[in-house]
């Protein structure tokens, strides 16, 4: 590092490198967002095909239709079937993350990771509390809405600790969450759309902006 | 018309002040560690530097106990935060005239 300098343009280039580096999370991979969309549509797809058998039935009316045992054995596996999801997207995101702060040689754990994690976790444990709740009670047909909902104000909360791809992201997802809630039978539809294609789209972006 | 050079603020002449400067603008405050790692500085070089900008009152220490270890913090005064923006001001009107 020169201790003098004289351009005024290194200056200032040196001065915005390190307020970003001091204040933004860089190390979120592209990738972490391609693979949580991908992990998503592969749990859609179980929901959709073997626990809500191929959609005959609007989802929705279907687990209000049924008796109270087999609503309970549906409800328990979309359950785990969300979970599960939730548990290997979020290794892959911490994966992908790690590998790029290792590539760039820069710590991953730094105080902006601090601040877009709490930033993050608050509406985001809130929403799952809530959607648990819903999954017990009979208000299934409202978790897709809500988890959409939860999540992107998490995001929309957690963005300004990282690239500004994130916030957009998450108004994407509250606004999909809201019409998941207005169009209430096609909730599967719209989570797809939001926890897959959305994950992809943006993570493809990213990678092509910051990782190239 | 003032030469924008009078504004330049000789104490962020340094490349290394202006850096622990940029990071305290965007951080309410910062501990040792996160900006012995954010400069990449051994202790003594970052530590004399920080005293120079305490000196100036640029910036305020405190130190606290958490969780019983020693924990310094940094943070920027109002001043120190006007005199850095004189001097950022100061850059780009340099670069305007050139």
């Known amino acids: 590092m020169k201790t003098k300098n004289k351009d005024p343009k290194e200056d200032l280039l040196a001065i915005r490198n390190m307020m970003e580096r001091s204040s933004k999370f860089l190390s979120l991979s592209g990738l972490s967002g391609v693979f949580a969309g991908f992990c998503a549509l592969a749990g859609a797809a179980v929901a959709y095909f073997l626990i809500l058998d191929s959609g005959q039935i609007q989802f929705d009316n279907y687990l209000l239709s049924l008796g109270n045992t087999s609503a309970s054995t549906v409800r328990f596996y979309l359950a785990i079937d969300a979970v599960a999801v939730l548990i290997v997207a979020t290794l892959g995101a911490f994966y992908f993350s790690i590998r790029k702060s290792r590539k760039a040689n820069q710590p991953f754990w730094t105080n902006p990771t601090r601040n877009l994690f709490g930033h993050l976790l608050i509406p985001f444990v809130t929403g799952g509390i809530f959607a648990f709740i819903l999954v017990s009670g009979n208000n299934i047909q409202l978790v897709a809405p809500v988890t959409l909902i939860f999540y992107g104000l998490s995001l929309v909360n957690a963005g300004k600790f990282t690239f500004g791809e994130i916030h957009y992201l998450g108004l994407t997802e509250i606004v999909l969450g809201i019409f998941a809630a207005i169009f209430i039978n096609h909730g599967l539809l719209f989570w797809t759309l939001g926890f897959g294609v959305m994950h992809i789209v943006y993570g493809i972006v990213m990678y092509y902006r910051y990782e190239r | ?98």
Not at chain 2, 54 to 76: D, G, H, N
Request: net charge neutral.
């Open chain 2, 1 to 98: 018309m003032k030469n924008p050079i009078s504004n330049l603020q000789k104490v962020f002449e340094s490349r290394i002040r202006l850096g622990i400067m940029s990071a305290l603008m965007v951080n309410d405050f910062l501990d040792f560690n996160a900006l012995k790692e954010l400069l990449e500085l051994t202790d003594g070089n970052l530590a004399s530097h920080l005293k120079g900008l305490e000196q100036q009152e640029i910036i305020v220490v405190s130190k606290q106990f958490i969780e019983r270890k020693p924990s310094t913090t940094y943070k920027a005064t109002e001043s120190g935060k006007e005199l850095f923006r004189q001097h950022l001001n100061a850059l780009e009107e340099l670069i305007n005239r050139n």
